[in-house]
């Protein structure tokens, strides 16, 4: 059904979004536990939840081998720059658990099992080029893989479990960096608040929650602390054209967990930011990756959204696990930016919206400016730009926080009020 068009007002004075505006507590049919999964995983047998159908429906798709978890990456039927590096590295130790199964580990060596390891990766980090995740993660499995091959005795079967084990333990540690992270960030946000406020409106973009890592979320983590201890008075999602994934993923994990949230259009951030009674306190976002500088690429919509909040006074954060920080690469001039089909900007879902002769240009990601940006928050703490320079210096921020982490605790949870 068409939409009633509304006159524009007139008025500048800033106006509460009507609570009758904000969404629906989930359908009794919907199962939270199987609606905020992105994977499932036992050793042997794996399934991702094809996000492309969220939410008119829950499906999981299983993936025997990384030709199975490069091909859900590159379709975008799982996103998010966490889960990418996960459902890469597990659609890898499927493959060879499989193998291992059959009895063709048994045959290899050491090296031959190092040598197919490192080439199946190779060919996962073609699937997607901005999201740095992938890549840490698969040069730190690359050295696991050589140091399992070189040690005394090691046989084909040694080096795949440890590959196997590794590759398994990414689950449990990105869960558990998501709920420190959340914790760092909920705390750096009221810090930050204007006003001193200490129940935040806060406007988020594109899908940064369970559905794109282990659980729990990075920026949409930090906004699930801040609801847990009674700190988020409202949460807008914008709906990230061209793939909508605020708008299918974010709303959807918003409605199962009944939060407070309202789906704007990216398009209406800023007026959001004018005309919201008491104001907007805070914008967070998730990254596919940020440099030395503080530079962030994340999805498309980002940049214009940070210039929204500095232009309103709003702080405007990025959360992110710290494998999503390359140390790297000076500047976000240096970063790839991966464009899209043509097709994804003409249509939404499989609805032509554009005439098929128009020329399209629609890279995935946009960079956001390290000078706009209030902090970086990880999951060993939150980085912020020095008082004297205005810049970040994350390989810096980054040496000392995993120096300092031994000794380093996550702020206490505060009780809900």
Known sequence: RRAKE?????????????????????????????ALQSLRYTRGNFEVL????????????PVKDANDGWSVIRKMQVRGAPLIAMVACLSLAVEAT???????????????????????????????????????ATDKFAEVVKEAAAEKGATGASVVTTFVEGAEAMLENDLNANKTMGAYGKE???????????????VTICNTGSLATAGWGTALGVVRSLHETDNLDH??????????????????E??????????????????????????????????????VNGDTANKIGTYQLA???????????????????????????????????????????????????????????DVTPGSLIAGIITELGVAYPDPATGEYDMAKFLADARQANGASEPPAKKQKK
């Open 6 to 34: 509304v006159a524009p007002r007139t008025s500048h004075r800033r106006k509460s979004i009507p609570a009758s505006k904000t969404m629906a507590a989930p359908a009794a049919s919907v199962e939270k536990k199987d």
């Open 50 to 61: 094809d996000q492309l159908v969220v939410p008119h429906g829950l499906e999981f798709l």
């Open 98 to 136: 499989a193998m291992d199964a059959a009895g063709k580990v048994a045959g290899m060596s050491a090296d031959e099992a190092k040598d197919f390891l490192l080439e199946r990766m190779q060919h996962l980090r073609t699937s997607r080029p901005t999201a740095v995740n992938l890549f840490v």
């Open 188 to 202: 750096a946000m009221l810090a930050k608040a204007p006003g001193g406020a200490t129940k935040l409106k806060v």
């Open 235 to 252: 949460i807008y999602s914008c709906e990230t054209r061209p793939y909508n994934q605020g708008a299918r993923l974010t709303a959807f």
């Open 254 to 291: 918003i409605v199962c967990d009944e939060l407070p949230g309202t789906l704007i259009c990216d398009s209406m951030a800023s007026a959001l930011m004018n005309v919201t009674e008491g104001g907007i306190h805070a914008c967070v976002v998730g990254a596919d990756r940020v440099v």
């Open 307 to 365: 210039i929204a909040a500095k232009h309103h006074g709003v702080p405007f954060f990025v959360a992110l696990d710290t494998t999503g920080i390359d140390v790297n690469t000076p500047t976000g001039a240096g970063i790839p930016i991966e464009e899209r089909a043509a097709q994804e900007l003409r249509a939404i879902a499989g609805v032509q919206v554009a005439p098929e002769a128009i020329n399209v240009w629609n890279p995935a990601f």
